[in-house]
């Protein structure tokens, strides 16, 4: 039985360009969860998926960020016109349902802007 | 790995002895409570829950006790082993919410 799969797992971008994060939750799981985690703290979240739907996006940036999680396929994160502020762990939990529930994570994607 | 810090609370132990890791949190109203072990370069991975009506709970070698009094949460391993070396991090809920509220983390060093 897989984990939570991302890919990919390392992606250098230039300012301005666009960075592209893919998710395939576990088998079974129907809930999504992207957190960004800066250098010497901790994971924070940003944003929370069901299938074709955002439930909470309240700790995704209102401007250059969003995300998707299709009826099909993995959820994406999206950055558009990436700056080097961006530059971070992003890391994709699932879980089966969503409240009190444990949330499995991924192994990450690290972003480095240049 | 960029997910461990020069800066953060490094707790020290030899091969064999046991270890404690501790974390305050500060709403009342936090329900679930997860510990996470995360190796350089890795995501987090789930060790051991516990939800706020219990305050003990046990697994292979770790045990995580709760004092809902004093707001604290702590992270026994038992025997510890080089293979336990990582940032270790509490995270919470708050009115079983989906959304995981990370403590800043502990370095664990195992020393041989």
């Known amino acids: 039985n897989a984990g939570v799969m991302q890919n990919p797992r390392h992606l250098v971008r230039r300012r301005g360009q666009e960075a592209r994060l893919r998710c395939s939750p576990m088998k079974g799981h129907s809930h999504v969860y992207w957190y960004r985690q800066l250098p010497e703290e901790g994971l924070k979240f940003m944003v929370y998926?069901?299938?074709?739907?955002?439930?909470?996006e309240s700790g995704m940036p209102k401007e250059r960020f969003s995300a998707e999680f299709p009826k099909e396929g993995p959820s994406i994160l999206r950055i558009q016109q990436v700056v080097r502020g961006d530059s971070a762990a992003y890391f994709c939990?699932?879980?089966?349902?969503?409240?009190?529930?444990?949330?499995?994570f991924g192994p990450g994607t690290r972003l480095l802007v240049l | 790995g960029e997910s461990v810090g020069l800066h953060l609370p490094t707790l020290s132990v030899q091969e064999g002895d046991n270890s404690i890791i501790n974390c305050a949190y500060s709403?009342?109203?936090?329900?679930?409570f997860i510990w996470y072990k995360q190796e350089s370069g890795k995501g987090p991975q789930f060790i051991i829950d516990i939800r706020s009506n219990m305050d003990k709970r046990q697994g292979q070698r770790v045990t995580v006790l709760l004092n809902k009094t004093v707001k604290h949460l702590s992270l026994q391993i038992a025997a510890t082993q080089p293979g336990d070396s990582a940032v270790y991090f509490c995270?919470?809920?708050?009115?079983?919410?989906?959304?995981?509220?990370f403590g800043s983390g502990t370095r664990l060093l195992v020393r041989p």
């Open positions: 939990a699932s879980s089966p349902r969503g409240r009190g529930e444990t949330q499995y």
């Open positions: 998926l069901q299938k074709e739907n955002i439930i909470d």
């Open positions: 995270a919470e809920t708050v009115d079983s919410s989906y959304k995981l509220i």
């Open positions: 709403n009342s109203a936090s329900d679930y």
